[in-house]
């Protein structure tokens, strides 16, 4: 069905105008598919033997308490387990967030260009998304976040690192921001990427979750633990936040094979693993911003597992282009027309190809 195709019966005009969430491409020839911010690593082998003795069970539903999982996040970000909630990935706890925050006439805010879900969070209950432009540098303006906010505000979205284009939110300026905020408005910290980061300065949400009565922060396993396809992430945050969220989740949607599968990347054997996994990405990220800017390509901090490549100034002059020609040679890069293109972190030899393939842009358009 074409994506133009006029439905057959009344729908929401509101619904009907926002483009539907669009996955990066599977790469059609062989390559690199460095679209979707994946980790390139295999499930660990005791992750995959959870998960298989976990199937066994599939005739049940999982038990919604998840209580092993969550006394396991409860004690690591030292809460009880009332502030802990489960979604079938962590863009299902935005949803929730938003909806029970905001309804028709109300705002909320996000940084943009960001997570390309924000805009749409606001759809089912007819919020209105305010998106603020990133600084030169590629990072949140807060304070154009902040003057921004409006008695018609209900939730602020802050990603960091920021996806796509990789800077953090550095500790002094999240808690400027926060001391401008209402204290009855809901500020959500997204940490999909938490774990790659290595600037001492970021804002750490399990360092700031105390302080703020209105905060949650968000963490997924799909990202630095790899669980990507089993949809399981969480969120920490004041229990009564935590329980309006849950009211306008869609019940048991998390499995049990998930709950399984995170059990076991928690395990300190598996974790030690994916922590020499984490550190390895994050020195690939690291190699492959330098070998950029040695191209004299104007590359933002990148903190997450993930290089952003801005569509303007010392960037490239079409994020299409360059995405074309990467899909021409079978990787996958996910374009932003108009902002620049994201290149996630994938296996040790796709560090040349992806080289390769800017050298060979840059020539082209040199001409
Ligand atoms: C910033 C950010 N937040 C949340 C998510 C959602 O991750 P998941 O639903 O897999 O936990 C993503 C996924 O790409 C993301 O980039």
Redesign the pocket.
């Known amino acids: 069905m074409s994506e133009q195709a006029t439905p057959p019966v009344k729908l929401r005009e509101s619904v009907l105008a926002v483009p539907a969430y669009r996955q990066g491409a599977a790469p059609t020839k062989p390559g690199f598919k460095l679209s979707?911010?994946e980790n390139p690593f295999d499930t660990l082998p005791e992750v995959v033997a959870a998960i298989a003795a976990r199937a066994e069970d599939s005739n049940r539903y999982a038990a919604a308490a998840m209580t092993e999982l969550r006394g396991l996040l409860a004690a690591e970000w030292s809460v009880s387990p009332d502030h802990v909630h489960f979604?079938?990935?962590?863009?299902?706890i935005?949803f929730q967030l938003v909806q029970a925050a905001a309804g028709p006439g109300d705002e909320y805010l996000h940084a943009w260009p960001?997570?390309e879900?924000y805009p749409s969070l606001g759809l089912a209950s007819g919020a209105t998304a305010i998106g603020v432009p990133l600084t030169e540098r590629s990072e949140h303006d807060l304070d154009a976040m902040a003057d921004a906010i409006t008695d018609r505000t209900r939730a602020i979205l802050l990603?960091t690192p920021?996806?796509p284009t990789g800077p953090i939110i550095r500790r002094g300026d999240f808690d400027r921001f926060m001391a401008r905020v209402p204290a009855d408005v809901l500020v959500i910290l997204?940490e999909?990427?938490a774990e790659f980061v290595t600037d001492p300065e970021a804002v750490r949400g399990a360092d700031v979750i105390g302080a703020h009565k209105n905060l949650v922060v968000?963490r997924?396993?799909?990202?630095a633990y790899g669980l990507?396809g089993l949809?399981?992430?969480y969120g920490i945050g004041e229990p009564s936040i935590i329980a309006a969220a849950a009211s306008v989740g869609i019940p048991l949607s998390v499995t049990g094979i998930a709950e399984s599968a995170a059990i076991a990347s928690l395990a300190p054997a598996a974790r030690a693993t994916n922590d020499d996994r984490i550190a390895a990405l994050a020195a690939r990220r690291d190699e492959l911003a330098t070998a950029l800017r040695d191209l004299g390509l104007q590359i933002p901090a990148a903190q997450g597992n993930f290089v952003w490549i801005p569509e303007s100034g010392a960037g490239v002059p079409s994020a299409q282009a360059l995405a074309a020609d990467f899909s021409e040679a079978g990787t996958l890069v996910r374009p932003f027309p108009g902002h620049g293109v994201r290149i996630s972190i994938g296996e040790p030899e796709s560090l040349p190809e992806v080289l390769r393939i800017i050298r060979a842009h840059l020539a082209t358009i040199a001409r």
């Open positions: 979707s911010n979604g079938a990935g962590s863009v299902t935005l960001s997570f879900a990603c920021n996806n997204d999909a990427y968000l997924t396993f799909s990202k990507a949809r399981i992430g």
